[in-house]
């Protein structure tokens, strides 16, 4: 199935600065396998070092999250969008004990 | 991409940043820096690579630990995404507080952040904002690069 993935803007440098590509693929997994055989180094901000896809990576399919479908085993047919949209967060090195509310 | 990363930013919104890690104190604040990257943006002036022209304040999702993480969801982005293109702008970044604590990028900063992007920490000490910074992660995701922040009293458009 030939399936469109939207390139989050802070990885297109690594896309060659495309914000989409095509690929065929069965599934989600097989469409973000299929996008990082074509631009290697997504690899390593896309999966951990065990291949699993990293917790601030989310997944849409159209407009619905794979979390809430069959991941990454989720089928895709022909004129999909896969979206990959990053969630952001930090903080300060203050740990939780030295802070007391109130 | 090489060292040298330069941020440029207005007087007036490097303000207004500081302003809401004093608002969010002691909680942590963020938001997003929407402006223009050289490297995608014909538009972007040549003298520097990265501008912040506008600011998309959003909120602290972690209410379980406002004190010392914040969090902007996948919907959040989008948002922020789409307040970008309406301008004509990207999301070239993220700002967030540090309340009581220097400007510097925390372990866990780093384990979540993504490449590419500007970081703006500003450090609120006692309730007022002090020194900011701005970091870009590696590209071997193992440590930050500082990025210098040049501060004009109007951004060059």
């Known amino acids: 199935m030939a399936v469109k993935v939207i390139i989050p803007t802070p990885l297109r440098v690594y896309a060659a600065k495309k ?38 990576v989310n997944v849409y399919l159209n407009d619905e999250d794979i979390r809430y479908m069959a ?32 | 991409m090489s060292d040298g990363f330069h941020l440029n930013i207005s007087h007036d919104l490097a303000e207004r940043i500081g302003r809401h890690g004093a608002e969010a104190f002691p909680h942590e ?48 982005v989008m948002e922020a995404e789409k307040a970008a293109r309406q301008h004509g702008l990207h999301v070239v970044g993220w700002y967030h507080s540090h309340p ?14 993504w490449p590419w992007y500007s970081y703006i920490i500003v450090s609120v000490m006692s309730g007022e904002p002090a020194e900011m910074t701005s970091w870009r992660l590696n590209d071997d995701r193992q440590d930050y690069t500082p990025e210098g922040i040049e501060i004009r009293n109007r951004a060059a458009v």
């Open chain 1, 19 to 56: 914000d989409s590509a095509e690929v065929s693929a069965r599934t989600v997994g097989e469409a973000l396998g299929g996008l990082t055989a074509q631009f290697a180094e997504l690899r390593k901000h896309l999966f951990t070092d065990d291949g699993k896809l990293r917790s601030f």
């Open chain 2, 100 to 113: 009581d604590h220097p400007a510097r990028p925390s372990q866990f900063d780093r384990e979540h952040a």
């Open chain 2, 29 to 76: 604040c963020c938001g997003a820096l929407l402006g223009r990257d050289s490297a995608f943006d014909e538009a972007a002036s040549a003298d520097f690579r990265r501008e912040v022209l506008e600011l998309f304040p959003l909120v602290n999702r972690r209410d379980d630990s406002p004190r010392n993480r914040f969090a902007v969801t996948a919907e959040d």
């Open chain 1, 71 to 102: 991941k990454e085993a989720t089928p895709v047919k022909d004129g999909d969008v896969v979206s990959i949209v990053p969630s952001i967060a930090g903080g300060s090195a203050a740990s939780n004990n030295e802070i007391v509310e109130g």
